[in-house]
Structure formats: structure tokens, C-alpha cells
């Protein structure tokens, strides 16, 4: 669960690096499947932490793309 939130944390900051995202808990390929989600439906809450951002997700669920999708369910979510 923790290693889920700091993926999410580094996918609510778009100019992160790999090595960010490998420091974090979370893998290049985590990061690039919901970048675009993130922005595109949560954008306007990405400074409101991890949480926040996590619950934006599940309520866009159905327009996720698919590999969005799948970081989330590989994560329990």
C-alpha cells in the first residue's frame, strides 16, 4: 500500500525523473501508465497529495486507460 502511494506521488509531479520514481518505490513503466490520467483528470488536485489524487483516480476509474488500470488493481486498488 505505502509503495502504491509513493507511486502516485511521484506521478502527481509531471517533471519527475526515472530515477525519482525508482528512489520512490515505483518502476518507469508505473509512472508512464497514469501520467496521462493523472493530468487529464486530476490534475487541477495534484497538490493535494497522495490520498487525493488516489481517490480521483477511482472515480475516473471507467475512462482510465488500461494500463492505468492495471497499476491500480497490481496495487489492491
Known amino acids: ?3 502504491f502511494f509513493l507511486v502516485l506521488s511521484v506521478l502527481s509531479v ?3 525523473t526515472g530515477a ?8 518507469d513503466a508505473e509512472q508512464k501508465a497514469c501520467t496521462r490520467d493523472v493530468q487529464k483528470f ?4 495534484m497538490d493535494q497529495g497522495d490520498l ?12 482510465l486507460s488500461k494500463p492505468c488500470n492495471e497499476v491500480l ?3 489492491g486498488q
Not at 525519482?20 to 518502476?27: D, K, S, V
Not at 486530476?42 to 488536485?45: D, G, Q, V
Open 1 to 3: 500500500m505505502r509503495k
Open 14 to 16: 509531471s517533471a519527475s
Open 20 to 27: 525519482l520514481a525508482q528512489q520512490r518505490g515505483g518502476t
Open 42 to 45: 486530476c490534475r487541477p488536485l
Open 52 to 63: 487525493v489524487i488516489l481517490s480521483c483516480l477511482k472515480e475516473n476509474r471507467p475512462k
Open 73 to 75: 488493481v497490481s496495487h
